[in-house]
């Protein structure tokens, strides 16, 4: 059980990461400005980014995901906490793609 809890802890971690340096990048912001809890719509999420933010999702990471995604889950943190479980059922880490 340990190893499937600090397996998950470990994909988490790479998606947060990859997220955050992606989001920075959309949203021309450093990356350590990037609070994980901070609504991605105060520092200036827009619906193209995140339509730019879904289609990497699907081209790199292979998940097909619905372009509300942001605004369902519109904190980084929400975004691990919800996109994780989805990597690792299907067999992917955060740095595939």
């Known amino acids: 059980m340990t ?7 470990a994909v988490a971690a790479e998606l947060r990461g990859w997220l955050t340096a992606r989001l920075a990048i959309y ?7 990037l609070d994980d809890r901070t609504p991605l719509a105060e520092f ?8 730019s ?12 995901v619905d372009p509300t995604l942001v605004w ?14 989805r990597l690792i059922a299907a067999g992917r880490t955060a740095q595939q793609g």
């Not at 200036?44 to 339509?51: E, K, P, R, T, W």
């Open 3 to 9: 190893t499937r809890t600090s397996g998950k802890a």
């Open 27 to 33: 949203l021309d912001r450093p990356q350590e400005s």
């Open 44 to 51: 200036g999420m827009d619906s193209v980014a995140a339509l």
């Open 53 to 64: 933010l879904c289609g990497d999702l699907e081209d790199e990471k292979g998940l097909v």
């Open 72 to 85: 369902d889950h519109p904190t980084i943190a929400d975004l691990v906490s919800y996109l994780t479980p």
